[in-house]
C-alpha cells in the first residue's frame, strides 16, 4: 500500500480508529494511534517505531513510550477489536484457528527470548514465540488476539521478569494452555467458534483437547502419528489390586488386567482392518495456488486415550493422504457429531492456511515481526496494534472484492448441511 493508496483511504481509516477512543483516556495518547497504524500500513521497509516515526514527522522517542509507557487500555483494545469483527464480520460457521509464530532477536533482553525452535527459520534459534487465535467464515480471516510463550527458564528468574516488566503473575504456561486462555478469553467479548482447528503441536495434548471438549467446543485437529487411541472403550475398574497380597496397591480407576494396549493412529492405519482394507475416498477440499487440492481419506471412531493414560472422549479419526503424493499422510481427529460428513472435517481440517496466511501478510505488510524492545507491555500492545492493522486491511479487501462473508457451505457442528467440497470423480 504506498501513500496515495493510503491518503484515498484516509478518511476509512479515520473512522474505523475512532471506534477504539474510548480505550484512550488522553486525547494526545490517542493521537499517537493513528500514527502507528499507518505507519505499519505503510510501504516503510522497516516498521519499528523509529522509521514509522520519521516518516511521520514525530520524535521516535514519542512513539516508543506511547508503546511502552504511556497509560492507555490496551485490553480495551483488544476487547473492541474483537467486538468489530463480531458485529461486521461474523459468520454462520465461523472457525477459530490456534497457532504460534516466531521472531529471530538478538541479545537476552527480549521479553522471553531464548534459544529455541523458532519456526520462522526451521531450527533452533535465539527468539520469541507468541501463540495466536484467529478467526475464519467465508473469504474472511484475521488474527483477533496473541499473547507471549514465557519460556521456564524466564519463569523461574523474577528478577529478570520484572526488568523487562513482565507481571509476577505472568508465570510458565505450556503453549497449549495459553490457547486455551486466549479461547476464553475470546468467549467472555462473546466470540465463539462453530470449529476450531490445529496443528499436531496442539493436537497431540489430550488435556488440551479435553479442555476444549469440556467447554463444548467442537474441533478438527491434526495429531501426530504416535497419537495413542483404542478401537474400542476398553473397561476401566475402581477396584484395587494388590498383585500376591503384598505391597502397595494400584491406583484406581485402572484398566482391567486384560484391558487392550493403546495404539497409535499409525498401526492404526496399517494394521486395523476397519482402516486398512477400507478403500480411500477421494474428495476436492479446494484450489490450491498450484490447482485443485484433492485428498483421499478413511474414516473410522476411535477413542482417546487421556493423559493419565485411561480411556477418554471418542472422536473421529481421518487418515488422509495427498492423491498425487500417497508418501503425504495426515491424521486428524474431531469430537464433532457422530453423523458428521468427512467433506465437513475435511473442509475444517484444511482451513489451517488462514492462520499461516495471517502471519505471512502480517509480518510482510504490517510488520508484526519487527518489535523492538526490551519491555513486555510494549510487545504486548504491539502484538494488538498490529491485529488492529490488520484487521482494518482485512475489512478493505472484503469491501473491494463486494462480497458478504459466507460459510462455502460449511455446516455448523450441531446442524448437518452438505459442505461445500465435493466427492472428486
Known amino acids: 500500500m504506498d501513500a496515495d493508496e493510503i491518503r484515498r483511504l484516509k478518511p476509512e481509516l479515520t473512522s474505523y480508529l475512532h471506534e477504539f477512543d474510548a480505550c484512550f483516556s488522553r486525547r494526545d495518547t490517542r493521537a499517537h494511534l493513528p500514527t502507528y497504524v499507518e505507519g505499519q500500513l505503510s510501504e516503510l521497509p522497516a516498521k519499528s517505531c523509529e522509521p514509522m516515526a520519521l516518516a511521520a514527522g514525530v520524535a521516535p522517542r514519542t512513539l516508543q513510550e506511547f508503546l511502552a509507557q504511556h497509560r492507555w487500555d490496551e485490553d480495551a483494545v483488544r476487547r473492541r477489536l474483537q467486538e468489530i469483527v463480531l458485529r461486521d464480520h461474523a459468520g454462520p460457521h465461523s472457525i477459530g484457528l490456534i497457532d504460534e509464530t516466531s521472531d529471530v532477536k538478538k541479545g537476552d533482553k527480549t521479553p522471553g527470548v531464548q534459544r529455541q525452535y523458532c519456526g520462522c ?22 488474527l483477533v488476539d496473541g499473547e507471549l510463550f514465557l519460556p521456564e527458564s524466564w519463569s523461574e528468574d523474577r528478577q529478570r521478569c520484572r526488568a523487562a516488566g513482565i507481571p509476577e503473575d505472568m508465570v510458565y504456561r505450556s503453549k497449549w494452555k495459553i490457547a486455551l486462555e486466549l479461547c476464553d478469553r475470546a468467549a467472555a467479548h462473546g466470540v465463539m467458534f462453530d470449529w ?19 467447554r463444548k467446543q467442537r474441533f478438527v485437529a491434526e495429531v501426530p502419528t504416535t497419537f495413542s487411541c483404542w478401537t ?10 494388590r498383585r500376591g497380597g503384598r505391597g502397595r496397591p494400584r491406583k484406581v480407576p485402572r484398566l482391567v488386567a486384560a484391558a487392550s494396549a493403546p495404539q497409535s493412529v499409525q498401526d492404526l492405519a496399517e494394521n486395523w482392518p476397519e482402516l486398512r482394507d477400507q478403500a480411500w475416498t477421494r474428495y476436492y477440499v479446494k484450489d490450491g495456488e498450484k ?40 491424521y486428524f481427529i474431531s469430537n464433532a ?16 492456511w488462514r492462520v499461516e496466511r495471517c502471519f505471512r501478510d502480517q509480518k510482510q505488510e504490517i510488520g508484526l515481526d519487527q518489535w523492538e524492545g526490551r519491555c513486555y507491555l510494549g510487545l504486548k ?20 472484492r463486494g462480497k458478504k462473508s459466507g460459510g462455502h457451505g460449511l455446516p455448523s457442528p450441531r446442524r448437518r448441511r452438505r459442505a461445500a467440497a465435493e466427492l472428486a470423480a
Open 337 to 352: 457429531l457422530s453423523d458428521t460428513t468427512i467433506e465437513t472435517l475435511l473442509l475444517v481440517a484444511f482451513s489451517r
Open 381 to 400: 500492545r504491539h502484538l494488538i496494534l498490529s491485529c488492529v492493522s490488520y484487521l482494518f486491511l482485512a475489512r478493505c479487501r472484503e469491501r473491494l
Open 121 to 142: 527459520v526451521g531450527k533452533q534459534e535465539n527468539g520469541i514465540v507468541t501463540v495466536h487465535l484467529g478467526y475464519a467464515t467465508g473469504d474472511f480471516h484475521a
Open 232 to 241: 474400542d472403550r476398553p473397561r476401566v475398574t475402581e477396584r484395587p489390586f
Open 196 to 214: 476450531l482447528t490445529f496443528d499436531e503441536g496442539y493436537g497431540g495434548k489430550p488435556l488440551f483437547l479435553q479442555g476444549l471438549d469440556g
Open 291 to 330: 490447482g485443485p487440492l484433492v485428498w483421499e481419506a478413511k474414516h473410522a471412531r476411535i477413542v482417546m486415550k487421556n493423559d493419565d493414560g485411561l480411556p477418554g472422549i471418542e472422536l473421529h479419526l481421518l487418515v488422509a493422504r495427498n492423491a498425487l503424493n500417497h508418501d503425504e499422510v495426515k
